[in-house]
């Protein structure tokens, strides 16, 4: 069993950045973030691989950067020119392909204010 731990999320006004970070208690091949509103389905919004491929949602291309650390089993995402429209609680995501298992955090709350 892999525990996820998530930090960073926070209020911030529109332009504004914030850095999201999951930790994880053991090897993970593919890490991810989603978010989720009210009513909505969860999205993905950025994952990495553990070979550093990632890709994004079209939305946050060019303003989020997914990256990680496998020596501390650590990942983190960047996000810079927050909209109102990223306001959502954002989960953390792992996946082992050894053992086809899928593994969440507990989320962490993003306000983006206009």
């Known amino acids: 069993q892999v525990q996820l731990v998530e930090s960073g999320g926070g209020l911030v006004q529109a332009g504004g950045s914030l850095r999201l970070s999951c930790s994880a208690s053991?090897?993970?091949?593919?890490m991810g973030w989603y978010r989720q509103v009210p009513g909505k389905q969860r999205e993905l919004v950025a994952r990495?691989?553990?070979?550093?491929?990632?890709n994004y949602l079209d939305s946050v291309k060019g303003r989020f950067t997914i990256s990680r650390d496998n020596a501390k089993n650590t990942m983190w995402m960047q996000m810079n020119s927050l909209e109102p429209e990223d306001t959502a609680v954002y989960y953390c995501?792992?996946?082992?392909?050894?053992?086809?298992?899928?593994?969440w955090g507990q989320g962490t709350q993003v306000t983006v204010s206009s």
């Open positions: 995501n792992a996946y082992s392909w050894g053992s086809s298992r899928n593994y």
């Open positions: 053991g090897s993970i091949d593919v």
């Open positions: 990495i691989t553990s070979a550093g491929s990632t």
